[in-house]
């Protein structure tokens, strides 16, 4: 069973520009949700989405955004890079364990370097 | 103050020793928590979930939750080279669709 898929794994760009990173989530799962991971700040969430909608969201700028499609994959965008948005972003799918929790499985990660 | 913390180490153990790592939290509603660890050049991998209180072992592994105290632990007995990786915490509110991590525990196991 394939895992999650994030494209591409690293990414280097000048300040001022915008991303898009991509992300697709093991068959069959609907919920996909993207942290950011730096030294300093650890993981923290970005946002979620299920069936094209997004659900929740981190207390990140207005510049961080994204979308899900009818497939389940999903992109995020950044735009007018900062020298502190570089970072790992990883994608995750989910679906519910017992007891409700949410097992996530994510992926590899985007490398991002703004520079 | 973080909502979730976590002592980022480093932490360096001989091979066969038991490991015990630990993160504190402050919110009250968590009661859902979690154990991922992640290798390097690596996205973080589900290790131990754990609902409410209580404790739950796989393996060599065992998850201990204290609602109480607000205070969670990972042990790994007889720790293995392969065991060497940051190891995260998790916590989630029910309902909630994210996790709220502490800041990880780097581990070496030494041959």
């Known amino acids: 069973k394939a895992g999650v898929t994030q494209t591409p794994r690293y990414l280097i760009k000048t300040r001022g520009q915008q991303v898009t990173l991509s992300c697709s989530p093991i068959s069959g799962h609907r919920s996909v949700s993207w942290y950011q991971q730096t030294p300093g700040q650890g993981l923290q969430f970005l946002f979620e989405y299920f069936s094209e909608t997004q659900r929740n969201k981190g207390n990140f700028p207005g510049r961080f955004s994204g979308r899900q499609f009818s497939n389940s994959r999903s992109e995020m965008n950044v735009s007018t890079l900062e020298l502190g948005d570089s970072a790992l972003y990883l994608c995750a799918s989910s679906l519910v364990l017992a007891q409700g929790a949410r097992g996530y499985t994510f992926g590899s990660g985007t490398r991002l370097t703004v520079v | 103050q973080k909502e979730v913390e976590q002592d980022p180490g480093p932490l360096s153990v001989p091979e066969g020793a038991i490991v015990s790592l630990n993160c504190t939290y402050s919110n009250s509603a968590f009661q859902y928590f979690m154990w991922y660890r992640q290798y390097s050049r690596k996205g973080p991998e589900l290790l131990m979930y754990t609902y409410s209180s209580g404790n739950k072992e796989d393996g060599r592994f065992t998850a201990q939750v204290d609602k109480s105290s607000k205070y969670i632990s990972l042990f790994i007995r007889d720790s293995q080279p392969s065991d060497s990786a940051t190891y995260l915490c998790?916590?989630?509110?029910?309902?909630?669709?994210?996790?709220?991590f502490g800041q990880g525990t780097r581990l070496t196991i030494n041959p």
């Open positions: 998790a916590m989630a509110v029910q309902g909630a669709q994210k996790l709220v």
